[in-house]
Structure formats: structure tokens, C-alpha cells
């Protein structure tokens, strides 16, 4: 639903001309933790453990990597700034740079990028001590309401009314909450690990104005216990990453 054109896969390092119809054995759900839909992770990583890289969701046909060419892209008259940026994650370094110039704005497509970008950071540090700054800036945008041009969007149907600006909308809400979820796993704060619980039922019935009400009284108890477990295991802003040699850790 979000995007029209071409996408762009860190994982692969690869130029995505149908996205929605391209998948392979590492693909992770962006709207739930990973933590509720593990049997169904391990279910399409089974599917698809015969492909080395992408394959067609349907006819399961080999997809070929393609190196993502700025000079191809303008040529083709179809340059993307989100692709441009996406296509710089493994040429700089240290990775985190990448993640921290990314976040904040309130453009859709690029929320939803860096959401789950930091979540794939996470997922491959295996830990939460090297995400939790991430994390703290996921929470204070979980009530922020991204914007999406029409352009940005497309339906079967050809109509792109509110409806489907709405579901986009939702679409990065979750993203984040899944990684602040995710989070919760990582370091084993269940209150987090669980934050759906504690919004109240606004999640029942989608109701943004509600559920903007329950975040303006979680995101502070939320930024503290992240910020008070860091404190307790000696990891919040240390001398090292004080003087900017985070750099030193391993790369993603």
C-alpha cells in the first residue's frame, strides 16, 4: 500500500522493482513483534530456505540482485530519495550514523524506513544495549501523526481517498510499536514487551484521537523505564559513547 515504484532491500543490497511481489526466507512482519508471529517467520523461512537471495512471492522464481545505480535511477527518470538513502546503509560507517541521520521529519515513507531499519539493527545486534537511544526517539514519535502524499500510496482499486492515507498511518504507528515490543523482548522489560496491554483497548477500535490520549501518559513512563534499566546496568550514555567511539562496536 505504501510506495508505488521500485523499493530497495538493505538485507540483499538490491533494487526491488516489484516489492509486493518479492520476498525471501529472511523476511520479518513490519506491523507485529517478532516475538507473536515466530511460528510464522520459521513457516515462510521454510518455504523459501531454497533461495540463496529474493524469490517471486507467487511463482517462486529466483530474483537476481541488482546494485542500486543513482546514475540508472535519474535516466530512468525515476529517481527516489528514500531508495538514495536506503542504498547508502552498508557504505557508511559506523551504522549507526546512518540510523541516527535518518530519524525525526514526518514524512511516511521515511518513518516507516527508519522504523524498521532500527528494528533490523536490533534484531541483528541480538541485544538492546547498542538501541536503546533508538528506541527512546520511537517513543516520543509513536503520537506523531506522519504525512503521506497521494503519490506515496497505492490501492488495488486505483482510489486513494482518506481511507487509505488513514491505514497508511497506522501502518508506521505499528511499525514503531512493534519495535518498541521488540525492545521490550531484548532488554526483558514485559512492560514494554507487552505495551499493547497498557494502551487501554484504543488499539480495539483504532481510534487515533483515544489512543493519542493513552500515549501522551505513556510515552514519560515509558522514556523512564527505558532510561532507568540503562541507568541500572551501567549502559546510559557511558564515557565511550561520550567521547564518540561507539563507532568501536561491531557493524550491522
Same mark, same amino acid.
Given at each position: 500500500?505504501? @510506495?508505488?515504484?521500485?523499493?530497495?532491500?538493505?538485507?540483499? =543490497?538490491?533494487?526491488?522493482?516489484?516489492?509486493?511481489?518479492?520476498?525471501?526466507?529472511?523476511?520479518?512482519?513490519?506491523?507485529?513483534?517478532?516475538?507473536?508471529?515466530?511460528? @510464522?517467520?520459521?513457516?515462510?523461512?521454510?518455504?523459501?530456505?531454497?533461495?540463496?537471495?529474493?524469490?517471486?512471492?507467487?511463482?517462486?522464481?529466483?530474483?537476481?540482485?541488482?546494485?542500486?545505480?543513482?546514475?540508472?535511477?535519474?535516466?530512468?527518470?525515476?529517481?527516489?530519495?528514500?531508495?538514495?538513502?536506503?542504498?547508502?546503509?552498508?557504505?557508511?560507517?559506523?551504522?549507526?550514523?546512518?540510523?541516527?541521520?535518518?530519524?525525526?521529519?514526518?514524512?511516511?515513507?521515511r518513518s516507516l524506513a527508519h522504523a524498521s531499519i532500527v528494528r533490523r539493527y536490533m534484531d541483528n545486534c541480538g541485544?538492546? /544495549?547498542?538501541?536503546?537511544?533508538?528506541?527512546?526517539?520511537?517513543?516520543?514519535?509513536?503520537?506523531?501523526?506522519?504525512?503521506?502524499?497521494?503519490?506515496?500510496?497505492?490501492?488495488?482499486?486505483?482510489?486513494?481517498?482518506?481511507?487509505?492515507?488513514?491505514?497508511? /498511518?497506522?501502518?508506521?504507528?505499528?511499525?514503531?510499536?512493534?519495535?518498541?515490543?521488540?525492545?521490550?523482548?531484548?532488554?526483558?522489560?514485559?512492560?514494554?514487551?507487552?505495551?499493547?496491554?497498557?494502551?487501554?483497548?484504543?488499539?480495539?477500535?483504532?481510534?487515533?484521537?483515544?489512543?493519542?490520549?493513552?500515549?501522551?501518559?505513556?510515552?514519560?513512563?515509558?522514556?523512564?523505564?527505558?532510561?532507568?534499566?540503562?541507568?541500572?546496568?551501567?549502559?546510559?550514555?557511558?564515557?565511550?559513547?561520550?567521547?564518540?567511539?561507539?563507532? =568501536?562496536?561491531?557493524?550491522?
Amino acid at each position: 500500500m505504501i @510506495g508505488r515504484g521500485d523499493g530497495f532491500c538493505i538485507k540483499h =543490497d538490491s533494487v526491488i522493482f516489484k516489492p509486493s511481489q518479492t520476498t525471501c526466507k529472511y523476511l520479518h512482519r513490519k506491523d507485529l513483534p517478532f516475538l507473536v508471529v515466530d511460528e @510464522g517467520l520459521r513457516e515462510h523461512a521454510s518455504e523459501f530456505a531454497g533461495f540463496s537471495a529474493m524469490a517471486d512471492l507467487i511463482t517462486h522464481a529466483p530474483i537476481h540482485r541488482l546494485r542500486y545505480s543513482e546514475k540508472f535511477a535519474w535516466e530512468r527518470r525515476q529517481f527516489d530519495s528514500v531508495n538514495q538513502s536506503l542504498a547508502q546503509y552498508h557504505k557508511t560507517r559506523p551504522t549507526w550514523i546512518f540510523l541516527q541521520a535518518m530519524s525525526g521529519g514526518i514524512d511516511g515513507r521515511r518513518s516507516l524506513a527508519h522504523a524498521s531499519i532500527v528494528r533490523r539493527y536490533m534484531d541483528n545486534c541480538g541485544t538492546w /544495549v547498542s538501541s536503546y537511544r533508538f528506541i527512546l526517539g520511537m517513543i516520543q514519535e509513536l503520537s506523531i501523526s506522519p504525512i503521506f502524499n497521494d503519490t506515496d500510496l497505492n490501492d488495488e482499486e486505483g482510489d486513494i481517498g482518506e481511507e487509505v492515507h488513514e491505514d497508511a /498511518v497506522w501502518d508506521v504507528f505499528f511499525t514503531r510499536l512493534a519495535g518498541i515490543q521488540e525492545y521490550g523482548f531484548h532488554s526483558g522489560l514485559e512492560d514494554l514487551m507487552w505495551a499493547t496491554d497498557k494502551l487501554n483497548g484504543a488499539l480495539v477500535t483504532l481510534d487515533w484521537l483515544k489512543l493519542k490520549n493513552e500515549l501522551n501518559e505513556r510515552t514519560e513512563e515509558w522514556t523512564n523505564m527505558v532510561i532507568e534499566h540503562a541507568n541500572i546496568e551501567g549502559e546510559f550514555f557511558t564515557v565511550e559513547e561520550s567521547l564518540g567511539e561507539m563507532g =568501536d562496536q561491531p557493524q550491522f
